[in-house]
């Protein structure tokens, strides 16, 4: 088995949890490490044991034959060197979102077609065990025909204090993009991607431009603070279907939430925790999961990429799909901004 030769490119937080997958998986071996901070660069590759270090990927990519590269840097900085990866011949694994908008994740999504490599997308809450589970249910047509979705991705208090998630130069949006974008994916993954025709929402900044303000993530400066805290869109789909998005990082609400609920014809389901609704022998049943396999997320979807490089499969995450979720979320931003339906 030939192993798999990796670069890594952005060594913060979100880095750490692709390492772990990688050092989790046969044949995998991740040999460059590239942040444009070099003590950050030097600081991961001596935890993970990599011996070589770049504050510059297209050195990288000159230098080392690479098989396979994560991109886990800030939003803005996705889609150049994910476009290079591509073009030195590489798979590549990139963290959501795509990219700062569907005008760059179309160009990564042509990229990947013309190097006839993979690009496949960092949206690990499909691979959580229970979404897993309820995923061949839905397949196996237990709920029926899918007709509504209710997707929430709702923190009480959970405004970031670290990093660029505030400054939309850098992230391209607040929490609809941030943590929106995780419960969107696995909303239309369930439904069996339903092409959407019509988008409508809005988007509110009610506590980011206000000083002392409760922040359990740490403070950030109101002054940069240009997102949004809040967002409600609503989506409709060629089918007939309907989905509702609700993405926070503060509003006055009493706990977190973090659900998608799927209504059919014969039956429905939430995702947190995993449950099913039905109607039998003119009885109403709730059906909860006694057990699921205990397999960390993000460890999963970089196993499932390295199995589909092997296998010649198909990305587990493909740039298409995640391309769709971002088309959607470009489409609540327009609609908040201009007071309008935008059609997709």
Not at 89 to 110: D, S, Y
Request: hydrophobic share 40%; glycine share 10%.
């Amino acid at each position: 088995m030939k192993t798999l030769r990796v670069g890594i490119i952005g060594t913060g937080g979100i880095a750490q949890t692709h390492l772990q997958g990688y050092k989790e998986s046969e044949g995998v071996e991740v040999v460059a490490a590239c942040d444009v901070r070099e003590e950050a660069a030097r600081s991961t590759a001596q935890k993970w044991n990599i011996p070589n270090v770049y504050t510059d990927y297209r050195k990288m990519f000159k230098e080392q034959k690479l098989d396979l590269v994560s991109v886990a840097t800030p939003n803005a900085f996705h889609m150049a060197p994910t476009v290079a990866a591509l073009q030195a011949g590489c798979h590549v694994l990139c963290e959501k979102p795509i990219a700062m908008n569907a005008r760059e994740g179309a160009i990564m999504c042509a990229a990947a077609k013309k190097a006839r490599r993979m690009l496949d997308i960092g949206l690990n809450c499909r691979f959580i065990p229970g979404n897993q589970a309820l995923k061949k249910f839905v397949v196996a047509g237990e709920l029926g025909k899918i007709y509504y979705v209710r997707v929430q991705a709702l923190r009480r208090r959970g405004i970031p204090g670290w990093g660029a998630f505030t400054r939309k130069d850098m992230s391209g949006g607040g929490p609809l993009i941030d943590i929106g974008v995780h419960q969107l994916d696995l909303a239309l993954w369930l439904m069996g991607h339903p092409e959407p025709v019509s988008v409508t929402g809005n988007a509110y900044c009610v506590f980011g431009k206000r000083k002392n303000i409760f922040a359990p993530w740490g403070a950030w400066d109101p002054k940069t603070y240009t997102v949004e805290d809040m967002a409600a869109g609503m989506v409709r789909f060629r089918n007939g279907a309907t989905l509702t998005l609700e993405a926070s990082w503060a509003a006055h609400i009493e706990h977190d939430v973090w659900n998608v609920s799927l209504m059919g014809t014969d039956g429905g389901a939430s995702t947190s925790p995993l449950r099913m609704f039905k109607e039998e022998q003119k009885t109403l049943l709730d059906v909860s999961a006694a057990q699921v396999p205990n397999l960390e997320s993000h460890t999963a979807e970089v196993q499932a990429l390295v199995h589909a490089i092997r296998t010649g499969g198909k990305a587990p995450v493909p740039g298409e799909q995640a391309l769709m979720v971002t088309r959607i979320l470009d489409g609540i931003y327009q609609s908040a901004k201009t007071g309008r339906e935008v059609r997709l």
